[in-house]
């Protein structure tokens, strides 16, 4: 509605709320699988992240490469006392392992 000249009042409030979380796939042909050996490595990844869009957010990067692996690269800032990047890769695990259960 808004490139129409329009006004929408609920996408101009939800556009206004501060945003905690921004989460993109990464791109999977930036690497070559083949060149690397994951056995040989304990961490990899084959790309790279972004920053979090709100000083007491998180950035989180996520590509899906094949049915064996997820990589995940998850960014906040030091300063702010209420965000903890390891903790927060420590509960994706959890969730992902969750789910893995179900099935």
Same mark, same amino acid.
């Given at each position: 509605s808004m490139a129409m000249g329009g006004?929408? #009042?609920f996408l101009k409030e939800a556009l206004s709320l501060p945003y905690k979380l921004s989460t993109s796939q990464i791109? *999977?042909? *930036?690497?070559?699988f083949e060149v690397m050996n994951p056995t040989n490595i304990p961490m990899i990844s084959p790309s790279g992240?972004?920053?979090?869009v709100s000083d007491e957010g998180y950035g989180v990067a996520y590509m899906m490469a094949d049915d064996e692996r997820t990589f995940f690269h998850? #960014? #906040?800032k030091r300063s702010c006392s209420k965000t903890d990047s390891a903790r927060f890769q420590r509960e994706i695990k959890r969730a992902l392992n969750d789910l893995r259960s179900l099935f």
């Open positions: 006004q929408d #009042s791109p *999977q042909r *930036q690497t070559d992240g972004f920053g979090p998850v #960014s #906040s």
